[in-house]
């Protein structure tokens, strides 16, 4: 079974700095692209908005909103995802989900797993 863990969030003032960590756990054949998205007050699930992702192969992708500002990385080692997070703005408030795509075994399909989310709260 595929486990998800977020770790990193909290309240900053802005201009600050924040780093997430989402570690994959459990038993999977693969694991694949890693990313973030995030959810902002009063926003409903359908309205997350991508914030950043990563190929196996180290490839990104970031929102306009945060391009310059965060930094995605990986560690396939470890099946870990990173978001750092600099210069912070009030309107980077949200909460953040971890999403990763992992085949569970060989002949399964792959599936889009996601954690349970952490708060960033950004002060002006």
């Known amino acids: 079974q595929v486990q998800v863990v977020e770790s990193g969030g909290g309240l900053v003032q802005a201009g600050g700095s924040l780093r997430l960590s989402c570690a994959a756990s459990g038993t999977f054949f693969s694991l694949n692209d890693m990313g973030w998205y995030r959810q902002a007050p009063g926003n409903q699930r359908e309205e997350r908005e991508l914030v950043a992702t990563i190929t196996r192969g180290g490839r990104t992708n970031y929102a306009d909103s945060v391009k310059g500002r965060f930094l995605i990385s990986r560690d396939n080692a470890k099946n870990t995802v990173f978001l750092q997070m600099n210069s912070l703005k009030p309107e980077d408030t949200a909460v953040y989900y971890c999403?990763?795509?992992?085949?569970?075994?060989?002949?399964?399909?792959?599936?889009?797993?996601w954690g349970q989310g952490t708060q960033v709260t950004v002060s002006s």
């Open positions: 999403t990763f795509r992992a085949r569970p075994r060989r002949d399964w399909n792959e599936n889009d797993y």
